[in-house]
């Protein structure tokens, strides 16, 4: 067993790697009356392209088909239902699918061995017949027609999905209906068993337990149980072009307030940024000029062309990051043109830098105390960079105000496209 310190958040990690290739992840929290575990498969909706664990050729398999998976792992065999059983325990239970991994969680402070324990077990034994596929097709099938019908969800997928011409990313991570009618139970053993071997995937536990014994009990459920060694997954790799497939679309739904969404593609290995500085960077250069605490968001406040305030996020694939901008108002031609000509015209000070560098190195300080949020960072940490990253007090106060006007100054911003939503 590895512990790691992390001296300025007052943390200890402690980590091993199974015989089998599962990484387990403890963060204990003493001070705390909680727990919260996750155990999450390197396997989302970007993974549909790929050759299956025992084969030799490269599969195509239906989109959606990772979150159709997540479903499916809560019906077992002997027809016990997960989310009843972590209730009795006391504890909650959910999962969630993303474009890049599949999550199964519960939260508890009680009955943490048997919750560890049947976490394991119950993602570790599918249940996938004719039956309960078809009868999940319905149920998701509902469920995607709901996300239709909900302006912010059509207003953010649209973007992505006029952003991106090749990658997978463009599509919902719940698929569409075309495609999930196509699934079988074949296809999710198949996907099942290549992404769901221990090799790639791991445990993170945060909150009041005892490291040692936590990894003793995931320890002990690992070896009474045998799965095929993992290779290397030999995935599709996408050669996706700067260009977007559309640049604008008008849609009408039945709404009050008019919607709009610019999404910018932005290929930061042309910046020579990694991802992680990629991120780092383009979040306080857009913060400082489009977030809720910037001129521009006031200035539009003020003139009554926005009553909330503007957001905006971002997504990554290996090479390129597409930074979303939402924004809600009933002179909407208006607030495209604002939006438009500041982030043609992005602007910094040091000061204002050095400001938002403190502002999230103490968001690291915060966050640590949390252990819902501790977990998350872990997880994500090792989807997007292969490890956890430890030094991220110290990496945000090293960030360079010069690169960052470096960055602004070579930023190619003319790959852009526009949603706008407006009442029927």
């Known amino acids: 067993m590895k512990k790691t310190k992390i001296e300025k958040l007052k943390l200890e990690i402690y980590s091993e790697k199974l015989d089998n290739g599962l990484e387990i992840y403890v963060v204990p929290k003493n001070n705390c009356n909680n727990i919260y575990a996750t155990f999450t498969a390197k396997y989302g909706s970007n993974n549909d392209e790929f050759v299956p664990i025992n084969e030799h050729k490269m599969k195509k398999f239906p989109l959606g088909i990772a979150h159709f998976l997540e479903h499916k792992m809560f019906e077992m065999e002997d027809g016990r239902d997960p989310f009843e059983i972590y209730s009795n325990n006391g504890a909650d239970a959910n999962a969630n699918t993303s474009n890049y991994k599949t999550t199964y969680l519960f939260s508890g402070p009680e009955f943490f061995e048997e919750n560890m324990n049947f976490l394991l077990d119950y993602v570790q034994k599918p249940h996938f017949t004719d039956q309960n596929v078809e009868k999940e097709k319905g149920i998701i099938t509902q469920e995607i027609k709901m ?171 290996d090479k390129h990051i597409l930074l979303t901008v939402l924004g809600e108002s009933q002179k909407i031609n208006v607030l495209e043109q604002e939006l438009e000509d500041k982030i043609k015209n992005l602007e910094i000070t040091e000061e204002e830098f050095e400001r938002k560098k403190l502002n999230i190195a103490s968001s690291y300080v915060f966050m640590s105390d949390n252990i819902f949020s501790m977990n998350e960072k872990i997880m994500n940490s090792i989807i997007k960079y292969n490890e956890i990253k430890t030094d991220d007090i110290e990496y945000t106060k090293n960030l360079s105000f010069n690169k960052a006007k470096t960055i602004i100054k070579n930023l190619d911003l003319s790959n852009k496209n526009i949603i706008i939503i407006e009442p029927k």
Do not use: W
């Open 147 to 317: 996300y239709q019908d909900d302006p912010y969800s059509v207003l953010y997928e649209k973007g992505i999905y006029n952003s991106f011409i090749k990658h997978p990313i463009k599509i919902p991570v719940i698929g569409d209906i075309k495609n999930i009618n196509k699934i079988t139970k074949e296809d999710l053993y198949a996907c099942y068993n290549t992404f769901y071997n221990p090799g790639n995937m791991f445990v993170v536990v945060t909150g009041n337990v005892d490291p040692n014994k936590t990894i003793e009990i995931i320890k002990e459920n690992q070896e009474k149980k045998k799965f095929d060694k993992l290779t290397k997954i030999k995935q599709k790799e996408y050669d996706e072009p700067d260009k977007i497939e559309k640049a604008k679309e008008k849609i009408k739904m039945d709404i009050n307030l008019p919607k709009l969404g610019i999404n910018y593609k932005i290929n930061y290995k042309k910046l020579e940024l990694d991802l992680r500085d990629a991120l780092a960077y383009l979040s306080i250069i857009f913060d400082i000029n489009i977030g809720s605490t910037s001129l521009v968001n006031e200035k539009l406040k003020n003139d009554n062309i926005i009553t909330s305030n503007l957001e905006f996020t971002f997504l990554y694939t």
